[in-house]
């Protein structure tokens, strides 16, 4: 599967500030992992404390992988790429390597480097991307592949699965409340009983997938994806549906798209969303036992 790339809202109190130099008042200092945007700091948190409930450590030893003030950005950029006006950029230009602009020049990336973000663009200079550390051990990247959207992370980029940032803004995702409200066990607390009680936390996560990849087909097709309850853990938010779809556009209508998702995602909620689709797009319709 290709990591889940959603488009990233920033938060309000970023609007007039410069990428880089955040005032420490938006900032919070975040276990193992750095300095954070606040918003960005109670998501990661919460997914720490989940993951660690799990048995996963999700960033065991280097501080220093999140917020990067610019000149640390510029620093690392500058060890990765060279300019076009210096010999060995123009040695990498020649060899056709991949290049940004910085300063109004494009800068080649020297090759065993991993990508960078130009100075001034980077979502570490927002605050809100975090580098996890050693990503391939511990059993980080299939936790992160199974939980990361429902904590408001998702990738940046499909070369790089260490780097996830926070993309949900103001909307904190339901899963950072419940263990900010209840601990790792998250709903378990609750006297309520929850609308997902029927569901596994991965089928919840996956029906949420689905129904954000309908909304999207949906729109295209002209119809109101707020036409459609499915009940249940569900997000709102579109930015999941335009990633999802973004690779299947000889896709035309939303149907064959929810289809080809379930397939990927879980043969059990196949029933649910032909429902969806059908005639009863107002029903309500319940994730499976
Ligand atoms: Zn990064």
């Known amino acids: 599967m290709p990591l889940l790339i959603l488009d990233l809202v920033r938060p309000d109190d970023l609007q007039s500030r410069t990428n880089g130099g955040l005032p420490t008042d938006l900032l919070r200092q975040v276990k193992d992992v750095g300095q954070l945007h606040h918003l960005a700091a109670r998501a990661w948190t919460a997914m720490r404390i989940a993951a660690e409930a799990d048995g996963v450590q999700l960033n065991p030893r280097f501080p220093g992988n999140a917020y990067r003030p610019f000149e640390q950005q510029e620093r690392i950029f500058r060890e ?16 056709r390597r991949p290049h940004k602009m910085f300063q109004g020049k494009r800068w080649y990336q020297r090759p065993n480097t991993a990508e960078a973000a130009s100075p001034g663009s980077s979502n570490h ?3 809100l991307a975090v580098d996890v550390d050693s990503v391939e051990l511990g059993g980080r990247f299939p936790w992160l592949e199974r939980n990361a959207v429902r904590f408001g992370f998702s990738w940046e980029l499909q070369s790089e699965r260490w780097h996830v940032r926070y993309v949900r803004a103001e909307e904190v995702p339901r899963a950072v409340l419940d263990v900010e409200a ?16 029927e569901m596994t936390p991965d089928q919840a ?27 249940g853990p569900i997000l709102t938010t579109h930015h999941l549906a335009h990633l999802l779809i ?13 289809e080809a998702m379930v397939e990927q995602l879980d043969q059990e909620l196949v029933t649910e969303i032909h429902v969806a689709l059908g005639s009863e797009l107002n029903k309500r319709t319940r994730g499976p036992r």
Do not use: F, H, M
Not at 80 to 95: F, I, K, N, P, S
Not at 249 to 255: L, N, T, Y
């Open 80 to 95: 990765r790429y060279r300019a076009e006006d210096t010999d060995e950029g123009r040695r990498l230009r020649v060899q």
């Open 125 to 127: 200079g927002w605050g």
């Open 182 to 197: 209840n601990g790792p066990g998250g709903d378990d607390g609750g006297t309520e009983p929850k609308e997902d009680d």
């Open 205 to 231: 996560r996956k029906l949420e997938l689905i129904y954000n990849a309908l909304c999207g087909g949906l729109e295209r097709g002209g119809i109101d994806p707020g036409s459609i309850d499915l009940g």
């Open 246 to 258: 973004a690779g299947q556009d000889r896709v035309a209508d939303p149907q064959t798209i929810a």
